[in-house]
């Protein structure tokens, strides 16, 4: 596969709306989690298509597969951090689950482009 760009790429596209969609939500997380819950979920949506720019910009495939398993690791990190903040009452079930599709959506993608690049 060859890109010019990693914003070419649906997976990153995808994996940026869930930052947009990561931090809107965490908004209404109580002030005090400001340095615990809502800093950690914002860090690891951002560790999601960031690691898929970095990978795609190695130089080898082995690399860019290793990248896309971190990114991969970081949502799940995001997907448990959201069912946290549900379980807390910190978020609303209706956006607890548009934001776990939206993950799951990127987890598909993150699994395709590892599927493809590994044949």
Same mark, same amino acid.
Do not use: C, W
């Given at each position: 596969?060859?890109?010019?760009n990693y914003q070419e790429l649906i997976v990153w596209q995808k994996?940026?709306?869930l930052v947009e969609e990561v931090y809107k939500s965490?908004?209404?997380?109580?002030? &005090? &989690?400001? %340095?615990?819950?809502?800093s950690q979920i914002g860090?690891?949506? /951002?560790s999601?298509?960031?690691?898929?720019? &970095?990978?795609?910009?190695?130089?080898?495939?082995a690399d860019f597969l290793h990248f896309l398993s971190i990114s991969y690791g970081s949502l799940r990190e995001v997907e448990t951090q959201i069912l946290i903040?549900?379980?807390?009452? %910190?978020?609303?079930? /209706?956006?607890?689950?548009?934001v776990m599709s939206l993950a799951g959506e990127v987890g598909r993608?993150?699994?395709?482009?590892?599927a493809s690049l590994s044949t």
């Open positions: 596969m060859k890109l010019k994996s940026m709306d965490s908004r209404s997380f109580p002030r &005090e &989690e400001m %340095y615990a819950l809502t860090r690891a949506a /951002v999601i298509p960031s690691n898929i720019a &970095e990978g795609q910009g190695r130089r080898t495939t903040a549900h379980r807390l009452s %910190y978020l609303a079930k /209706v956006k607890a689950d548009d993608l993150l699994n395709g482009l590892m």
